[in-house]
């Protein structure tokens, strides 16, 4: 075929992936970990040695979303947090870091700590304020500008290509954590960003059954990318070829979980916003939110994160996240079942109101969710 596949097609083929060997028509899982060389002692495939960067199953896994993501290459991590100290660890002593606040605090916290241990200057900024970030960058003039978006868990939105001009003005490299968009709603590369990273743990690979982590450019010859395939290398962290097996099965259906889970979001957070026992809701499909207009430019949907704030405090907040049955109490984003999360209960000193609390919905009957938090709400 001549014309460029769309994602929804390049998912279910899984990129093409299929067994060569056997004629199946999806891939084998290849668990060796190191490959076989001649009486010369020449390797008999000279792009595998040993499986630390070498596994056909990987390679197959980032190629699928090397072409989702719309990049000249993709590379896994066995978390999202080592795709994101991979990053980091380009930088060194007496550079300068830019993160967006209010991010994950998984993320906040490694940063701060790293950068603190490497004497690395780390300024923090609301992104979502393009002036903002335009000015600490005109000022700091950073090396590497990190931001989320939508960001997890208030789902503000960062202009990615106004961050991208302010970063790249100054000589800066900018990464994005689009793990909430997931590449079927939004592609950072296309407007401008340095890196785009995702938890794959989350809707990348949606059954809440593996942990992955992976990172995307379009310019795989540049310094920091070069010196980031050579600390994967080095340090070992990479995924195995049963978790990336598993990715490649879970990214088949990919574009049609995100389409029924950024559904039931809007349809559920449209609802809650009209509740009387909801305070706010906090999510970007809302013509209220403020970051409403740039997701509706740089995203296709709006994705299945939101978060509300239940009208009262921590009692009545863990009282409404207490009484759901169908919104599963735990961890997590992204997957076919619906989560919350009270997330003042897992951040108690990172300035998370109490009556705050994050929901990740899924691919459940849209009717059955409602009725859910319903009868939550009384």
Known sequence: MTNPLKPATIAA?????????????????????????????????????????????????????????GAADTLLFP???????????????????????????GTTKWVRDFCNRRNVTL??????????LAD?????????VFIETPSNPWLKT???????????????????DATAATPILMQPLALGADIVMHSATKAINGHSDVLAGALSTNQPEAAIWQAIKADRHDAGAVLGPFEAWLLIRAMRTLPLRVERMTQNAMALASYLHQHPAIADVFYPGLPHHPGHKVAADQMSGFGSLF??????????????????????????????????????????HTGIPENL?????????????KADWAQALG
């Open 13 to 69: 083929h899984a990129a093409g992936a299929v067994d060569r060997s056997s004629a199946g028509v999806v891939p084998p899982i290849q668990p060796a970990t190191t490959f076989m060389r001649d009486e010369t002692y020449a390797l008999i495939r000279p792009d595998n040695v040993y499986s630390r960067d070498d596994s056909d199953t990987v390679r197959q896994a980032e190629d699928v979303l090397r072409q989702l993501e």
């Open 79 to 105: 978390a999202g947090m080592a795709a994101i100290a991979a990053v980091f660890r380009t930088l060194m002593a007496g550079q300068t870091a830019v993160i967006q606040s209010g991010i994950y605090w």
């Open 123 to 132: 300024h923090e900024v609301d992104s979502s304020d393009g002036a903002a």
């Open 136 to 144: 600490l960058c005109a000022t700091a003039k950073p090396d590497l």
């Open 158 to 176: 960062t202009d990615i290509a106004a961050a991208a001009g302010a970063t790249h003005a100054h000589g800066g490299v900018l990464v994005v």
């Open 307 to 348: 978060s509300v704030l239940v009208d009262g405090g921590a009692d009545e907040a863990l009282s409404v996240v207490g009484k759901l049955r169908l919104f599963l109490r735990a961890t997590s984003l992204g997957g076919v079942e619906s989560l919350v999360e009270h997330r003042h209960t897992i951040e108690p």
């Open 357 to 369: 609390i994050r929901v990740s919905v899924g691919i459940e009957d849209i009717e059955d969710l």
